[in-house]
């Protein structure tokens, strides 16, 4: 049950505030504001309406009949859900009146004439609100003689969702949810009486990012998971509160486990950040955590092989190749770390390694972003906030697709457009299917020209509209590969006095960023060429404030860049490595493919002398490593994310594995290995440290001001690639999970009308995109496009745009028809 | 036709639509529950009755044609 708000509640006489009225339920006086319906109100004093079709989120439309009650004075028993508490009136639910127990029974009795005597096989059963109320509010034995009426089931809906229609009530909950929350309306109610059901469209499945809530909230066990269906029964789990790992939103989730295996996740009801939804990544992207992981340590062998090792040999082995490069070593971690372990890399790279060599940016980044990163987010705590999004009047989309990048984010801003609270506004080079749901306004940019865009933008009718009080601007991670961008936008939103936000993809870069873990950056971001941060930092680490790097240090692409010069020095001439050359990588929660250019990663690593390696499964790191150290998934461990609000999102482990360490306590061990205090390096340790640190006040950097560069010029043959990631793509953490993979969006190649009559190609017929370096063929889509754009997903089955063309937005990329013409 | 309905299910009815009747989304429900009620109101004895007598012994179909004076 729900309760969305904190409804001050007044029981018997007092002073009645404005604007609230007083009414008597089941005898008991109670003061609630206008409008409050009758089942909240009832709610409030304790008392449980029965209801199917009601859900505070939603709106209301008593299809259900469960919740009747007696309002003395009116003729007929009236459904609580849907009716608002007036003043003077006389409430009287089942507790107190013949009428409205005797209308609920009767409902109830009806809801079970076709209803299935499935509980014992059922999904819901134990968890289930119909069979709940049918022993709370019906009747004991049944009246009902004749057959049943059957439909074949389960029904695919979508590849993940299952439909049981025998089982359906009809409250509509789920195609409700279709149309108002998600703005999808791939389901509806079709037929009429008693075969009224669920169903879609022939040729358009339930191919929803959010359809799993769907499930969540269908009061009977009509829908269920591919994924879930008859593997558990819902009194064999063991049930905590997690926060989703997959995106900056901070979703709260819950996760359900029996035997030490993770079987299903819910979303969890936190009014303040997810409400109660979650996209379908969270819910079921879970696998990755217990297939295929890493169990014991490797170390690579004089012959060049990798062998399990003991975790003394590997930390033996692991101490003295990083105390031989120490000052000459760097540290590359994902951006998929809890905020303590992302803190303890940020320290162990300060004081172990004695490097300002760290970079969490495990993608496509600039020293821009750094800078922009360290003067206007690094230690900000919480700025724009969920609440601030429903209540702006404009919201700024640069750069940012929140449907495929932070669903929830896309959810509240819906939440706003419906209630016609917001206008959102979106730079960008074409209106996506999200952005039309928000009703967005599309400022249309060629991928590379958001510099140029934004500083246009301070003038004219949305300049007056970025100036009103509240308005918002969002900018996303991807705008670090344009240069000027951030610069503009952080001038923008100086100028306008508009709140400005930045929203990472993954849910770790904020965390990261605020422990420290990027170069030039100390925890709570502070400033490493502070002399007075650095006073503070080196007292809480207990170290001398001379021993801490000086010099600010290197981003992820510098280092690989650096490695790959030595090495192509060392190479051709055949010299001993330069002094100052990086000898030794410690690697954690980082594959290739996250990168701008997985070559150049990959052959990094690969020419490096030394590798550490901390990770939960096998990567083309660890295959490269000289040593690996298993880790363990947030599921294993406690820990926090830093959501894209500033907001700290703590949970707790979820399994209790002995034997797996998070990764503060490997560093520890290393450190301890190498004759080094770094701490105990766990988490309850590695928090009071950052809670102890806490928000730096010193100097900021001074905000970058980069010019915007100019565009690209084309020719017919080649365009401007403008590339974001789908929600569901090939992302490693969504492997193993096939049910929740076929409802991806398909890849495509967008491309505009005027490019697809130059290539003489229609709507369907396969367009290639290639650089020297590869080329994706795949079906065209004709978009409102700039002429000379094309467009593709980053990392989709099909594309996977840095692996295999080498580009990024922005790029200029070869054009042609593909297929049999290619 | 022999009768096969019993004095359960008359109540049973009446309690079905009663169940229909003010509770129902649509006007439909409640005008669907109408008539069935009243019947009961007026004519209770003759449903009864029909539970476990032929209509045509309760009720002679000859006796209700124009011609039945005549055959007397």
New interface residues.
Partial sequence: MTVTTNTPILVGTVDVPEGFVTATIDGVVISVPKGTLIIRAAELLGVAVPRFCDHPLLAAV??C?MC?IEIEGM???QPSCATPLGEGMVVKTQLTSEIAD??QQ??M??LLINHPLDCPICDKGGECPLQNQSMSNGRADT?FAGTKRTFPKPINISAQILLDRERCVSCARCTRFADEIAGEPLIALLERGSQQQVGTADDQPFDSYFSGNTIQICPVGALTSARYRFRSRPFDLVSAPTVCEHCASGCGLRTDTRRSTIMRRLAWDEPEVNEEWNCDKGRFAFPYISEGRLTHPLVRDDDGELRPASWPEALDVAARGLAAARGRAAVLTGGRLTREDAYAYAKFARVVLATDDIDFRARPHSSEEAAFLSALVAGTGRGVTYSDLEKAPTVLLVGFEPEEESPIIFLRLRKAVRRGAVSVHTVSPLLTDGSSRLSAQLIQTIPGAEAATLDALSEGDLGEAIRAPGAVILVGERLASSPGSLSAAANLAATTGAALAWVPRRAGERGALDSGALTGVLPGGRVLTDAAARIETAAVWGVDVASLPSLVGRSADDVVARINDDHHAIAVAGDEPPEHTIRALVVAGVSADDQGDPDAFLSAIDAVPFVVSLETRHTDVTERADVVFPVATVAEKAGSFTDWEGRIRDFNAVLHEVGIQNDGRVLAMIADEMDLDFGRGDVSALRKELDSLGRGNGVRPEVPNVAASATATVDSAHAVLATWRHLLDAGTLQEGEPYLAATARAAVVRISAAKAAALQVNDGDEVAVSTEHGSISLPAVITELPDDVVWLPTNSFGSTVRATLHADAGDVVAVSRGGEHA | MLPSGTETELA?LE?IC???F????CALGDAAATPYPAAMKYFRDEFVLGTHTAVSELFDPVATTVFAGALR
Avoid: T, Y
Avoid at chain 2, 22 to 25: M, V, Y
């Fill in positions: 008593a299809n009949r009747l003729p007929k028993p005797a209308a009767g409902v009795e009806f009246r | 049973d309690e009663a169940n229909i003010g509770r129902s989304f």
